[in-house]
């Protein structure tokens, strides 16, 4: 249905939203399920969203306490791309990534959701196509879909949790606009070896000639910070120049409700003198995406550290170790807060379900597109850990 009918109450825009199937399947886990009425409850383990489980660090609660209290009567006002902030941002890209971004090639956001939804609206117009890898972030058809574009949807490599170039390559089009990379990935954990990169982004150059417009990527990384076994992070911006990073500090500082993020674009892209005001003017036109001040106060001092990355890879190799050693298959992962682990059983739903009954929750590998596995986070803590363990034996010796 293009338009709405006379008698409709909401838009087609929202009743298609509402339609995806996999959105329907999150809403119905988060509010009908096990998990929904049982998740809190004393004795649960709750490994399903990112969410903390333990009381936040005295450094982060002292960041933002610091910046609460005003330096001048313009310290609440209304924020844009404050300068301190941007500046802090850019510098700590050039130390991770080994790319000289520039303080004017930032800008700030409501958390990683909105820097997508602008990177995407940046660049592609109403009917272009975005491909996207399956297992995805469960959001990104939700966001495509609201910016007008069509989702176009890849498998990825299920044996190495690597992108599928091929894959990737027969889905593009005349209207493809976008490409979008998830590295260190969720749910899978895969950090992507440069190697493909470089491969990728040969690929998309050769595309972009081929089909008369240039392919951009999105690339969203907002666990580029959280790796392990002291791997280096490598990201898509670092050998495609036409990439637009997506970052948020939700997951640096595991503090998702505080939204603060930001899209930057490398200095190596080249770009028009219009596409600066273009993102600032949809930065107010989105519903000012902007962080709120406090957050942007705070950012220049959030940079400086980040959650225990340590403490998560311990929690990782004890999860690992055990689901192994209980006949489970798990990759172990190289970074973010996630194992994707195979389901004993094809129907992952089920064997979810299973160990819902047993007060133990994850999510299933539907609500990915991917069935057949299950994801657990490492952010729930170490008693729910232990708790865990005779349960997850107990589902799989029953499966």
């Known amino acids: 249905m293009d338009h709405p009918t006379a008698t409709s109450e909401v838009s087609a825009r929202a009743a298609k939203l509402a339609s995806i199937p996999s959105f329907q399947r999150i809403d119905a886990f988060l509010n009908e399920s096990d998990y929904a009425r049982r998740h809190l409850l004393p004795g649960a383990c709750d490994f399903t969203l990112g969410n903390p489980h333990q009381m936040p660090a005295g450094r982060y609660v002292n960041t933002l306490r610091d910046a609460l209290t005003p330096q001048n009567d313009q310290w609440f006002a209304y924020q844009t791309n404050g300068q301190a902030a941007r500046e802090a941002a850019a510098e700590s890209l050039q130390r991770l990534l080994g790319v000289p971004f520039r303080t004017e090639d930032i ?17 592609a117009d109403p009917g272009d196509e975005v491909i996207y890898s399956l297992p995805p972030w469960f959001l990104y058809e939700p966001l495509v879909l609201e910016a007008g574009l069509v989702p176009v949807k890849v498998r990825i490599n299920t044996t190495t949790f690597d992108l599928d170039l091929d894959a990737i390559e027969a889905a593009i089009t005349e209207r493809t606009r976008v490409v979008i990379v998830n590295s260190p990935n969720n749910p899978t954990g895969r950090i992507y070896p440069p190697e493909l990169l470089v491969r990728l982004a040969e690929l998309l150059a050769s595309a972009s ?4 417009r240039r392919i951009y990527v999105v690339s969203d990384e907002p666990y580029n910070r959280i790796v392990f076994d002291g791997l280096r992070f490598h990201s898509p911006a670092e050998f495609y120049p036409y990439t637009l990073l997506a970052y948020s500090y939700g997951k640096t500082h595991l503090s998702p409700g505080e939204r603060v993020g930001y899209l930057a674009l490398p200095p190596t892209m080249p770009r028009g003198e219009g596409m600066s005001h273009a993102i600032t003017s949809l930065q107010v036109a989105m519903g000012w995406v902007y962080p709120n001040a406090l957050l942007q106060h705070a950012l220049p001092e959030l940079e400086k550290f980040s959650i225990d990355v340590g403490q998560l890879q311990r929690r990782r190799d004890r999860l690992v170790d055990a689901l192994v050693g209980m006949g489970y298959r798990v990759r172990p992962p190289e970074g973010t807060f996630y194992l994707y682990v195979r389901s004993p059983i094809p129907d992952d739903e089920a064997f979810t379900n299973s ?10 590998g539907v609500l990915f597109e991917t069935p057949g596995f299950f994801r657990i986070s490492l952010t729930a803590n170490e008693d729910m850990i232990e708790r865990s363990l005779p349960a997850f034996e107990a589902a799989i010796k029953s499966s």
Not at 209 to 212: D, L, V
Not at 355 to 364: E, I, M, T
């Open 355 to 364: 160990l819902a009954r047993r007060d133990v929750f994850v999510l299933p």
């Open 107 to 123: 800008y700030l956001t409501t958390g990683g959701f909105a820097a997508i939804a602008l990177a995407l609206k940046t660049v």
């Open 209 to 212: 000639e081929r089909i008369g």
